[in-house]
């Protein structure tokens, strides 16, 4: 058999070369594609018993290819101190869930606290009781596809902007002059986009958590399911603000704190699993306004940081509204 010459034998192998990384590069987006569907959707009708890691070696391998499915969280614990149920609506007209509960004695403000992903504001009512101990009201919101919210999509904190800007409003019309916002994690992202876009005037935020962006959240998701950070980071982010119609490169709370002018606590673990050090300090450092300060729990990982330092969440917080800019 005649012997190819050397310079068609070289065409030969880039093209097929060329063949297999078309296919691959297909293969990563369709694999993505179905990962941010997957990752910014709730179901309510999985069978019990369901689990992403079951099933035999080609359901494992399906569910791998396209990504877990993660069930709704539900309101499954009511605050024990009175409150009453509001409604607020988003102009999709989802109906967003609240609890309002006033101060026992006359409030020296009112705190509005906002939950992160995958959970709702039954997870908050230990902070509630903190700020309701110290003399405010406080209003306690399910964000879009949580709790008792409607809808099952999240958009990881683009658009619950408006659930924030909601909940502000509806506390202003009550005539309150003094609003303080409370975020973790998702909802931490969440505030301070919406102080972004609404400019917001606030008395205080406390911020704990915050992913840096969009882009590192799922780097550290994809740690969390076996998957390289990258190409996984880039190509999800990219179906994700695709398919919610954003750009998901730009969704990052550096750009949005530097719009930050009101007084900010921001609380962050050393063993947090979704955001490292260098991060949250580059978050902090954005914070333009003088009246900050960054608290770093030793040993604490993505969780109640009230629950895991009660007498350092408590301190640090008197702390910082004593000696601001410190």
């Known amino acids: 058999m005649e012997k190819k010459p050397l310079r068609q034998q070289i065409r030969s192998v880039l093209r097929w070369t060329g063949w297999v990384l078309l296919v691959q590069f297909l293969l990563i987006n369709i694999s993505t594609a179905f990962y941010a569907d997957k990752l910014t959707r709730f179901y309510t009708n999985l069978p019990e018993g369901y689990s992403n890691s079951s099933g035999n070696i080609f359901t494992k391998s399906w569910k791998l290819f396209t990504g877990p499915r993660y069930p709704r969280s539900y309101i499954q614990e009511s605050p024990v101190f009175a409150y009453d149920t509001v409604r607020l609506q988003t102009k999709k007209g989802l109906t967003i869930d609240a609890w309002y509960a006033p101060a026992d004695s006359t409030a020296k403000g009112t705190v509005i606290l906002f939950h992160g992903i995958g959970v709702n504001k039954m997870t908050l009512i230990d902070e509630a009781n903190e700020f309701r101990y110290l003399g405010y009201n406080i209003l306690l919101v399910d964000f879009r596809g949580h709790g008792n919210s409607e809808g099952n999509r999240t958009t990881i904190g683009y658009r619950e902007a408006e659930e924030v800007k909601l909940a502000f409003d509806y506390i202003q019309q009550k005539g309150e002059q003094r609003i303080f916002i409370y975020g973790s994690s998702m909802g931490a992202v969440s505030v ?34 076996g998957f390289p950070a990258q190409p ?9 603000g695709l398919e919610k119609g954003f750009n998901g490169y730009k969704h990052k709370t550096t750009r949005y704190a530097a719009a930050i002018k009101s007084p900010v606590l921001l609380n962050w673990g050393t063993q947090d699993q979704y955001i490292n050090e260098k991060e949250i300090r580059a978050i902090y450092e954005t914070i333009p306004c003088r009246e900050k300060r960054l608290i770093v729990y030793e040993g604490a990982g993505h969780e109640s940081l009230l629950r895991k330092d009660p007498e350092n969440w408590r301190t640090s917080r008197e702390s910082c509204r004593k000696n601001p800019g410190q």
């Open 232 to 240: 996984f980071a880039f190509f999800t982010s990219f179906w994700i």
């Open 192 to 225: 301070a986009r919406a102080v972004y876009l609404y400019e917001m005037k606030v008395s205080g935020l406390i911020l704990e958590m915050p992913f840096y962006s969009l882009q590192t959240y799922l780097k550290a998701r994809a740690a969390q399911i």
